[in-house]
């Protein structure tokens, strides 16, 4: 039987005084549970929900408990893969490790939902090791097991038929896996994902215990009529506009690449195709890092035997060199979405149509900084 989080099943090692009412911002929310930790084992944690209101993680379902309750982490995997299947029509599935994704992919005409799974594990298998699972979908059989033939620590989706749930709870098939975590969230259509859809503030909490409230980060690209080819324009070059066309393909992979790298920790870059991630760059002080960090792990991931041939990348912030493009051109990117905003636009999309390089230009920035 389900098993909802607001029962206090988890009780932290290190339970701290955490109220069971408070309120932010005039709104009262109302513990959901006691988590086993924090960010870190010394450190206790509480969750909490809005008060009065269904909502799609806070009333999420237990349907396979491990040895011990949900982490802060394991809370924000969650959040982070669920904040990217949200947007796709079509099976997906965002693996999560330590809040960033490892892998996402969403399906391609005659692609079971095990072949979407599959293919966001494998963007970083190594890295998935552990990691938190969601899908937008029903998980099936097939998938369940395939699931379990590695270690994760959670897994997260609309619904699981009665044959996947057998194999969650097979603990002596699968003993690597016996303690896996099965959650069942609620209606995806919920989450806001689009600028003007309602949506709650975020909250940072600094190191006195100020705070910063901002609104959500939503996106304006609702598909890809929105995806503009970039234009830009200064006193050394004049008015530039990219000349080179992404193939429908390549459209599409750019919009999945701009939905995953929403919540990829900036300085980031995703790199696509075919509806999957080939590599995410995450966390870099400088964009260039970013873009070699994801290069480098392709190449380690694959041994030289892959290519980026073809493939789309996305930047969360612009470039403000054309050495970005450069790096990304020299690695077979031939297609890219970025904002613009940069003194050096023109001079950007200039070497970008040198190089065969489609530019397109996003109407906003997606730093996050979580």
């Known amino acids: 039987m389900a098993q909802e989080l607001n029962r206090n099943t988890y009780l932290s090692k290190n339970v701290g005084n955490f109220p069971e009412k408070t309120t932010v911002n005039g709104r009262e929310y109302v513990k959901v549970n006691d988590l086993r930790y924090g960010t870190n084992p010394h450190q206790p944690a509480a969750y909490y929900k809005p008060a009065g209101t269904v909502t799609p993680i806070g009333d999420m379902q237990i349907l396979k408990d491990g040895k011990s309750g949900l982490s802060q982490t394991n809370l924000e995997d969650i959040s982070y893969a669920l904040n990217i299947v949200k947007f796709f029509n079509r ?16 399906s391609r005409p005659g692609e ?23 899908f937008n979908v029903e998980v099936d059989e097939a998938t369940a097991r395939e699931i379990m033939s590695t270690f994760n620590e959670c897994v997260v989706a609309t619904a699981f038929t009665a044959e996947a749930m057998a194999v969650f709870n097979d603990q002596e098939t699968y003993k690597l896996n016996r303690h896996i975590r099965i959650i069942r969230c609620g209606d995806l259509s919920a989450l806001p994902k689009y600028v003007g859809d309602a949506g709650e503030y975020t909250i940072k909490v600094l190191a006195d215990g100020s705070l910063v409230m901002a609104e959500p980060l939503l996106t304006n690209l609702r598909s890809v009529a929105d995806l503009k080819p970039a234009v830009g324009e200064n006193k050394a070059c004049g008015r530039v506009e990219s000349t080179v066309a992404a193939t429908p393909e390549q459209l599409e992979d750019l919009l999945f690449a701009w939905y995953v790298n929403i919540s990829v920790r900036s300085n980031g870059v995703v790199i696509a195709k075919n509806g999957q991630t080939l590599s995410v760059g995450t966390g870099e002080q400088d964009r260039v890092g970013a873009i070699e960090q994801a290069i480098a792990k392709f190449n380690d991931k694959y041994q030289g035997s892959g290519t980026l041939a073809e493939s789309v990348m996305a930047s969360d912030g612009f470039f403000p060199f054309a050495d970005g493009v450069e790096t990304a051109a020299a690695a077979g990117v031939t297609a890219i979405i970025a904002p613009s905003g940069s003194l050096k636009d023109a001079e950007v999309i200039k070497r970008a149509n040198e190089l065969g390089v489609a530019l397109y230009h996003a109407s906003e920035r997606i730093f996050s900084h979580h």
């Open 91 to 106: 099976p997906a599935c965002a693996v999560m490790k330590h809040v960033n994704p490892s892998g996402a992919a969403v």
């Open 112 to 134: 079971s939902l095990h072949d979407v799974y599959v293919k966001a594990r494998d963007c970083d298998a190594r890295a998935a090791f552990g990691s938190a699972i969601a």
